[in-house]
């Protein structure tokens, strides 16, 4: 029998409300594989005896709500009213916020228990968190959402909230080899979470299936859940290698292009999918809206804080933020306008994307959380993405591959990734 | 140094002043205060008065640099700050203390200004008003949300302010008040700190009494170069639009919209009869669906924790509605949302600005409701910036002013053509 901490989050959710498993053991088996796995270092809070509490008072009301006593991990750049949010930053130290975020309420309103706060890179930028990743201590989790993405990966949590502006929900669960989440942008609130880019801030999630996410979704909408189809017709796939495709390794690139070959054999519709030649440059896009909202979003921390915030942080985003012409960010902004209606064209020939999660392995070393550029255009296009652990690259290290969806069709985008999930482990 | 009270000169006067060493920032911020001091009682635009840090700040010599070097400026209580309370018209946050401050709250300060206090917003930058009275006419409401940030500019409390619109929060009270208000392109005033209302709508905005100090204000809060307004070089073409909601004005906003296009003309704007197109017809009811939508989703926190202390008009009204929406209702308020901007931004193209109402006319009586957000709603969906402009005074000595809306991103245009319109018509203050 699978020990309870290492139950997807639906698996555990059908045994809570059976009564065949207590939110107190569940938390307790948690808590356990967090004390015994310290050593990953994915929790900025973690306080037993809170989560507990919020376990046992679940288990007096009989575990009630969509998610009956499960235990989920928010990153730290998530206000909670009863935890610390550092955002990975000393500057935040102790910081107790005077609210719950919009999503953290919303679990809590579902019946979920907030086991701790997870480890976040500097605000949700580029310099690294303290956590390592689970397959190989020697490498990054990968970021920002690390804590998240490491504890879910290594059975200390079932399911962790995460963010991404660049590339920080879908590269750290690729590189820990977990499912990880990244909805159409404006379904999810944003209320409570720490403002970086206003254009680009996503709330995602990362897990241990595609049922998990299509369970957490309602929760944070607020919605009645609705099941992954799993009995969907084989769907119509693009192949996207986007313009960063050189920058992925021999053994990413053999991953898409077999993927690909086992999905068409199991009776998908394959073709190959490419961004018009004026979008060839989308990448720049990104990176101009991110520098420039982050520069201005960060306005306390730059202006006020300045010696506390990191040199990486202040030097490669937000001082060529503050530099950037407005009619240079004006610019960007109206292109990613017309790329996301290049996208919804795109997806009149096809269901989903299947383009890399990440460049390929985790990289060696814990100094950089490793290159967002297989995420950032989709982060800019508003889409769904869900990235599916797919096996290991050269170094024993997870790999995963990322399906995409047109923007506003979650739904559809989990059905696909439960019939390509089904397929790549069945 | 002018013959007049420092409380009464424009942001841009009192930057060059005490630049020059003509007036000290100390002396600005003391006659801010006892302005403030005189009316407050009556006005009630504040719902806290940092009296001494400010003039702590002003004694500072650093405080004399900057485009705005000694300015005070007052910011609605939406946004967080780190060294004064932080309510968002609630009573559930009355007093609370965050650890941080909103973007809006440091560019300014950044740019040298001074920050006076904290101003009334109605609950969450809602509909359930606060205490502020219309500065003209203490019957009448100021408007809102901004409520405070109006008041207080339009009261010569301070000459610069800050406020958010979701629906008409800046540029109705602004309307209601007398004062110059600016809601910029959606996103381009950085949102940080903001308490959110509604995520895809919430825009910050600014009030000031003349156009040029919108446009000193807009490049401290966007930390760019303040480049002077530059008249057109031509009069503007301008399209007169009613909008589609013109039965729902009042008799006096109506005639001061026609007259103001009236005289524009005759001074030499060319003024174009042009409506919305087609794609925006259901623009209001887009915006409807936006805020109610995220209603419940925003205020988990409270609904969770403290649901009997969110008045019944936001429980019973935006709350209620968005529980009755589906997520496919929101999407699909979001596709048509993306058609009518497309529309209207290539509408917009072929003019200078669109001149249209700020409001269905002056302030309405009492403080219970206001007013209505009926001509707002549409451009804050459009993320079409606009700029509210003082016209003329009913008999009841409430002012009624009109609105320039300028083509998406094009804000620094807009602003060219409010200067000339301003030049224009002069408000009578």
Avoid at chain 1, 144 to 163: E, H, K, R, W
Avoid at chain 2, 143 to 158: E, H, I, L, P
Wanted: hydrophobic share 40%; proline share 7%.
């Amino acid at each position: 029998m699978t020990a309870p901490n290492e139950l997807t989050a639906a698996e555990a959710v059908t045994r809570l409300q059976a009564g065949s498993l207590t939110a107190e053991a569940l938390t307790r088996a948690c808590l356990d594989r967090a004390e015994e796995r310290k050593s990953v270092r994915a929790w900025a809070w973690l306080d037993p005896e809170q989560a507990l509490a919020q376990a046992r008072i679940a288990d007096r009301a009989g575990r009630p709500g969509l998610l009956a006593g499960l235990p989920v991990g928010i990153k730290d750049v998530i206000d909670t009213v009863d935890m610390p949010t550092e955002h990975g930053s000393p500057m935040y130290r102790g910081n107790r916020p005077i609210s719950d975020a919009a999503c953290v309420a919303l679990l809590r309103m579902a019946g979920a228990v907030i086991m701790g706060k997870t480890v976040t890179t500097e605000f949700a930028n580029r310099f690294p968190g303290a956590t390592v990743n689970p397959h190989n201590p020697a490498h990054t989790p990968g970021g920002s959402s690390s804590g998240s993405a490491a504890a879910v990966a290594d059975f200390q949590l079932p399911v962790g909230l995460g963010t991404q502006t660049g590339g920080s929900v879908i590269r750290p669960s690729a590189f820990c080899g977990v499912v990880g989440y990244k909805p159409s942008f404006g379904e999810f609130s944003r209320s409570g979470i720490k403002m970086q880019c206003h254009n680009l801030d996503t709330l995602g999630l990362l897990c241990r299936s595609v049922e998990d996410i299509a369970l957490i979704r309602a929760a944070l909408i607020a919605i009645p859940p609705r099941p992954v189809d799993r009995a969907i017709s084989a769907p119509c796939i693009g192949i996207c290698r986007t313009p960063a495709w050189d920058k992925a390794d021999a053994a990413t690139q053999r991953l898409i292009e077999t993927t690909a070959g086992q999905l068409a054999a199991a009776g998908a519709r394959v073709s190959d999918a490419a961004f018009a030649p004026q979008f060839a440059n989308i990448h720049e896009h990104h990176r101009r809206i991110f520098n420039y909202e982050a520069a201005h979003n960060y306005a306390y921390e730059y202006d006020v804080h300045r010696d506390q915030v990191s040199q990486v942080l202040r030097e490669t985003v937000l001082a060529p933020g503050r530099e950037l012409p407005l009619a240079a960010y004006v610019e960007a902004l109206e292109t990613a306008e017309a790329f996301r209606a290049h996208l919804d064209d795109i997806f009149t020939d096809v269901d989903v994307l299947l383009t890399p999660s990440a460049a390929g392995e985790a990289p060696e070393g814990l100094g950089s959380t490793g290159d967002p550029s297989f995420n950032s255009i989709w982060t800019l296009g508003w889409t769904p993405c869900v990235t599916l652990p797919a096996g290991r690259g050269p170094q024993g290290l997870p790999l995963g591959i990322q399906l995409v969806g047109k923007r506003f069709a979650d739904e559809a985008l989990l059905d696909a990734a439960a019939w390509v999930e089904a397929r790549l482990h069945g | 140094m002018p013959n007049i009270e420092p409380y009464r000169l424009p942001a841009a006067t009192l930057a060059r002043l005490i630049h020059g060493g003509e007036i000290s920032a100390e002396a600005v911020i003391q006659s801010c205060l006892e302005r403030i001091r005189d009316r407050e009682p009556v006005v009630r635009a504040w719902t806290h008065l940092a009296a001494g840090a400010a003039l702590a700040a002003a004694r500072d010599a650093r405080s004399r640099g900057g485009i705005l070097g000694g300015v005070p400026f007052g910011i609605k209580d939406i946004f967080d700050s780190a060294d004064m309370p932080t309510g968002y018209g609630s009573r559930i946050y009355t007093g609370c203390q965050p650890a941080y401050e909103a973007s809006a709250v440091t560019l300014p300060r950044s740019a040298g200004a001074i920050l006076l206090g904290k101003t009334v917003t109605t609950e969450f930058a809602n509909r359930h008003p606060g205490p502020t009275m219309n500065p003209h006419n203490p019957a009448h409401t100021p408007g809102g949300s901004s409520s405070g940030s109006a008041a207080a500019v339009a009261d010569f409390m301070v000459p610069l302010a800050i406020g958010t619109q979701t629906g008409g929060s800046v540029i109705r009270p602004a309307a209601y008040c007398g004062v110059v208000g600016f809601k910029p392109s959606f996103g381009l005033f950085p949102p940080a700190g903001m308490h959110m209302n509604t995520d895809s709508l919430d825009t910050v905005g600014i009030m000031a009494r003349t156009v040029e100090d919108i446009a000193l204000f807009r490049a401290a809060l966007m930390a760019i170069p303040y480049e002077a307004l530059t008249l057109p070089e031509r009069p503007p073409r301008l399209a007169l639009c009613r909008t589609m909601h013109w039965d729902r004005a009042g008799p006096e906003g109506r005639a001061v919209l026609e007259a103001a296009a009236k005289q524009l003309a005759a001074v030499g704007a060319e003024v174009i009869e042009s409506e919305l197109p087609a794609e925006c017809t259901d623009i209001s009811e887009i915006q409807r669906r936006h805020s109610a939508f995220e209603a419940p989703r925003n205020h988990a926190p409270e609904l969770y924790r403290h649901e009997p202390l969110l008045s019944a008009d936001l429980r019973e009204g935006r709350i209620a509605g968005g529980r009755g929406l589906s997520l496919d209702d929101f999407r699909a308020a979001c596709r048509e949302a993306d058609r009518a901007r497309a529309a209207a931004t290539q509408w917009a193209s072929g003019f200078d600005a669109i001149l249209t109402l700020p409001a269905p006319g002056p302030a309405p009586k009492g403080l219970a409701d206001t007013g209505s957000a009926i001509f707002n709603g549409l451009w804050t969906v459009l993320q079409m910036p606009c700029l509210t402009l003082p016209i003329d005074r009913t008999a009841d000595n409430l002012p009624v002013g009109i609105q320039l809306v300028g083509k998406r991103y094009a804000d620094a245009r807009l602003l060219d053509v409010g200067l000339w319109v301003e030049r224009r018509l002069g408000a009578r203050q």
